[in-house]
């Protein structure tokens, strides 16, 4: 203790230590402005391909994070509606479902948004987010009586398809919220399919999104969206949308598929530059997943809502293949606009809604397909050595994943490192080859024809590269 006192009437110590305890102050302060500055901002915008749609009582908002990338779908209904849900899969991912299987059916007690979003478990904040914006919006929000109901599901956008930890937050649902409007969905790449994927539990990641269709009969309408996080879209012929190689624009018979798989279930996984060596493992909750909501005007009791999200449901395994496997999250919520006390519904009439709605989903599948940017036409481009040597280096899409770029002979080869397993794109152990198509753009060999560019600044210098430029870009900067 006199040690300590004889230190502390030294003036150059104490100044010492005053510093000393200020820069821990500082250091805290300093890493959360950091943190700010780098926080990404919501981005909502009403272009591109749309569903319009005439269904009163329903708006939809979406908002994503460019930087990620990544999004949120929102699905507000001014007047709470009652609700159901059907889950499944093995690894869902849900808010306040548990809730919508208690079969109440005054809607006082009902729903007032349900939320859909990318960022695996992350990405339930979004939901919370809007809770919080609507809870703002009460003209009493101190009256704990009235309390808003927010349901919500969420997809896997991260692990292999990018390298970054944004994801949807209280912010990003906020946004979204607020830029709710009735009458539209948007198609493709945004919302909660910002980012999504189809084919996965093919082994064959192809760049997928949330799709939307209307149907009506009579005085019944309904309407059903979906975000395609999982398996092939089939058509209404056994036709496979979407692959890597199609000939002649046509992919072949899901049929065809299931036999060719199969045919390989037990034997060796060949390297792939999709995959690369290694098998990709489950990260997080609903890796593979569909989310799907379908409203109706049609005034329905709950177990009527119940019965419609099991038969949709089971229907949209015909357009949606393979579904409900054990790291699959695929959650359907079906809502009524009309009336639930006292309603009655026909078995026969109860046959006719099924039918229409599992149509309208399959719709909707169809519908979650982006419009695929054209790549740039190949030609015949030799780089110098010199300007080979001036593209190696190494390039980092985070601290943890970083790709280098090496030169062999007259070819550049790239590689993941500090990652722990392969991604979608590039593989660990594995050099892919680099094969220039056009000036600054090069594609990595492989059975995704991934394109690679070259970002240069101002001075021509180059400063990162950036995967599959476009919709679905991932960057990665010059280390």
């Known amino acids: 203790m006199r040690f300590v006192a004889r230190v502390l009437h030294c003036k150059a110590a104490r100044y010492a230590l005053i510093s000393l305890f200020l820069s821990f102050l500082a250091t805290p302060i300093a ?226 598929a299931i036999v060719a798989y199969l045919a390989n279930v037990g034997k060796p996984k060949q390297a792939r530059a ?53 790291d699959d999250g695929d959650t359907l919520f079906t809502v009524t606009t009309g009336k639930a006390v006292g309603a009655t519904i026909s078995d026969e009439d109860m046959d006719h809604l099924g039918i229409l709605a599992s149509e309208t989903a399959w719709d909707a599948l169809l519908a979650s397909l982006p419009q695929l940017p054209p790549k740039t036409p190949r030609a015949n481009i030799v780089l110098s050595p010199k300007e080979l040597d001036s593209i190696v280096a190494s390039y980092a899409f985070s601290s943890d994943a970083i790709a280098v770029v090496r030169r062999k002979g007259n070819v550049l080869e790239i590689e993941l490192t500090g990652h722990t397993t392969s991604s979608s794109y590039l593989s660990i152990g594995q050099p892919l080859v680099l094969t220039p198509v056009a000036t600054d753009e090069f594609e990595i060999v492989g059975p995704r024809e991934d394109r690679l560019h070259i970002d240069r600044d101002a001075t021509r210098a180059i400063v990162g590269i950036t995967l599959n430029p476009g919709p679905w870009a991932v960057h990665a900067t010059r280390r």
């Open 31 to 256: 890493l959360s402005q950091d943190a700010t500055k780098a926080k990404p901002k919501p981005h909502v915008s009403y272009d591109g391909p749309a569903l319009t749609f005439d269904l009163p009582g329903v708006k939809v908002g979406v908002a994503e994070y460019e930087e990620g990338p990544t999004g949120t779908t929102v699905l507000y209904f001014p007047t709470p509606v009652v609700a159901a849900v059907d889950v499944r899969g093995g690894a869902p991912g849900t808010l306040n479902s548990d809730a919508l299987r208690l079969a109440y059916d005054d809607p006082s007690a009902g729903v007032n948004a349900i939320v859909l979003s990318g960022g695996s478990a992350y990405g339930l904040s979004a939901a919370t987010g809007v809770a919080n914006a609507l809870k703002d919006l009460l003209t009493d929000s101190g009256n704990f009586n009235d309390v808003v109901t927010v349901a919500g599901a969420i997809i896997f956008d991260l692990g292999d398809r990018r390298f970054n930890t944004i994801t949807p937050d209280e912010e990003l649902g906020r946004a979204a919220l607020a830029g709710a409007r009735a009458g539209w969905f948007p198609l493709g790449a945004r919302g909660a399919g910002r980012f999504a994927m189809q084919s996965l539990g093919w082994d064959i990641s192809l760049h997928s999104g949330q799709g939307a269709a209307f149907r009506q009969s009579g005085d019944t309408k309904v309407l059903v969206v979906t975000v395609n996080n999982g398996g092939l879209v089939v058509d209404r012929n056994g036709q496979v949308m979407r692959c890597l190689h199609p000939i002649d624009g046509h992919c072949g018979s899901i049929a065809d």
């Open 274 to 326: 999709d995959f690369g060596s290694k098998q990709i493992n489950p990260q997080g909750i609903t890796r593979n997943t569909t989310l799907t909501v379908v409203i109706t005007n049609k005034s329905l009791p709950v177990w009527a809502l119940q019965r419609l999200g099991v038969q949709v449901h089971n229907s949209m395994a015909r357009g949606d293949q393979p579904m409900a496997e054990g």
